[in-house]
C-alpha cells in the first residue's frame, strides 16, 4: 500500500552503453532511486504504478548507437544510456495531478521498464476498460501485439476466404495471432517456428494447417514448395532475410506480403534479405512494411472482434509472464534466443 507523499524506491533497467549487436546481460543494469510520490501544484504529471509491461523485440533497434528506425517515429526514438526506457504495459495511478486520471485508475499506455513511472502531461496514456479480462491480456492480445496481428493481416493483406497463408515466427506474440485470425477468416495457413515443441502448438493447440521447424531445413525454397505446391498468396513476415526469399520465389500473382518485423537482422546486421525482383515484378507482389500506429483507423473492428471471439473461446491466448523488475533484461534477451512463446510480458507488481 503506498500513500500520496510518501517516499519509496523505485527499481528500473536501463542500458550501459548502446548494443550494438545480440544483448547482454551485461548490457544492462538495474538501478535504484528514491521517488516521492507527489507531484508539485500546477502539474499534469501523473506517476503510475506498474503492474505488467510488454517485452518487445523492436526495442533493441531502439538501443543501437545507429539505425534509420530512430527518426522514423516517436515509438522508436533512440535510447542512451541510463534513461528511462519507455514501453507499453498497465499499471495503476498512485499520484495525479492530471483532471483525466484519479488515485487508483487502471491506465494502458507508455509506462517504464520499471517500478513506477512518472509520466509526464499523463501522455500517452488512457483509463483501461478491461472488459472483464486479465489485466495482461491488455500488453498481448488486446494491445499493440493483437492490433499488430489484425490489421497486419486485414488492412495490408486483404485476405479472401481460402487463400493460402504463411507466417514466419508463428509462435511469437503476433505471428500466432496472425495465423488464427487467418484460420478463423476461412484460409489455409502454415506457420514456422524454432522447434518441435513450437511447431506442436501451431497445429495441435492453435489449429494452424501444418507448420515446420526452419532449423531443421536446409532449403527454405524447397521446404515452402512442399507446404504450397499451389503457391503462396500472403506472407507474414516478421523475420526477415532467407525466409522472405524463399516466400517470395513461392508467391503467386499478386501475392502480398506484410512485413511486420525483421527479427533476423535486429542482432546482425548482414542478414539483408535479397528477394528476386524479377519475380515482384512479374508476379506482381505488394510488399508492405507497416508499424501498429498506422493501423489506428481499424481499431474498433479488432477489438470488437477480438473480444467476441474470446467470449466465444475460439481463440487461444498464449502468453509468457515472467515476475519481477529484475527479470526485464533476460526476458529480453530471450527474445533473440527464441525462447518465449507467445506474448513476451513481465509482471512487475501483483495487480
Known amino acids: ?23 547482454q546481460d551485461s548490457d544492462f543494469e538495474l538501478k535504484v532511486a528514491a521517488l516521492c510520490l507527489r507531484v508539485e501544484p500546477g502539474s499534469d504529471d501523473v506517476i ?4 505488467h509491461v510488454s517485452i518487445d523485440p523492436y526495442q533493441l533497434n531502439r538501443m543501437k548507437s545507429c539505425s534509420s528506425s530512430h527518426k522514423a517515429i516517436n515509438f522508436a526514438a533512440a535510447i542512451s544510456p541510463g534513461m528511462d526506457i519507455d514501453a507499453y504495459g498497465v499499471g495503476r495511478v498512485v499520484v495525479s495531478g492530471n483532471q483525466e486520471f484519479e488515485e487508483g485508475d487502471v491506465v494502458v499506455g507508455l509506462i517504464s521498464w520499471g ?30 501485439s ?23 515466427a ?8 496472425v495465423g488464427q485470425y487467418a484460420k478463423l477468416f476461412g484460409c489455409y495457413v502454415v506457420g514456422s517456428a524454432g522447434s518441435k515443441q513450437k ?27 512442399t507446404y504450397f505446391p499451389d503457391g503462396i498468396d500472403i506472407y507474414f513476415d516478421n523475420v526477415g532475410s532467407e525466409m522472405l526469399e524463399a516466400a517470395v520465389a513461392n508467391m503467386n500473382p499478386f501475392g502480398r506480403v506484410a512485413v511486420c518485423g525483421a527479427i533476423s537482422q535486429y542482432t546482425d546486421n548482414g542478414k539483408r534479405a535479397a528477394p528476386d525482383m524479377l519475380d515482384i515484378v512479374y508476379k506482381r507482389i505488394r510488399i508492405q512494411g507497416f508499424l501498429a500506429a498506422d493501423l489506428m483507423n481499424g481499431y474498433a473492428d479488432f477489438i470488437s472482434m477480438t473480444r467476441d471471439y474470446l467470449n466465444d473461446g475460439k481463440i487461444h491466448v498464449i502468453e509468457d509472464i515472467s515476475q519481477g523488475v529484475e527479470r526485464i533484461p ?22
Open 170 to 177: 508463428a509462435s511469437g506474440s503476433v505471428g500466432n495471432l
Open 199 to 225: 511447431v506442436n502448438l501451431l497445429k495441435e493447440k492453435l489449429g494452424f494447417d501444418d507448420a515446420f521447424n526452419y532449423k531443421e531445413e536446409t532449403d527454405l525454397k524447397s521446404t515452402l514448395k
Open 1 to 23: 500500500m503506498v500513500s500520496k507523499g510518501m517516499e519509496v524506491i523505485n527499481r528500473y533497467v536501463t542500458i550501459k552503453a548502446h548494443i550494438d549487436g545480440e544483448p
Open 146 to 168: 493483437g492490433l499488430t496481428a489484425h490489421g497486419g493481416l486485414f488492412q495490408i493483406c486483404k485476405p479472401i476466404k481460402g487463400e493460402k497463408v504463411f507466417v514466419s
Open 330 to 351: 533476460s526476458a529480453f534477451m530471450g527474445l533473440f534466443r527464441g525462447d518465449n512463446v507467445g506474448k513476451k510480458i513481465v509482471k512487475i507488481a501483483d495487480d
Open 115 to 144: 517500478e513506477y513511472s512518472v509520466v509526464k502531461g499523463g501522455n500517452m496514456l488512457r483509463k483501461l476498460d478491461t472488459m472483464g479480462f486479465p489485466l495482461s491480456y491488455h500488453v498481448g492480445i488486446l494491445g499493440f
Open 48 to 51: 503510475v504504478k506498474n503492474l
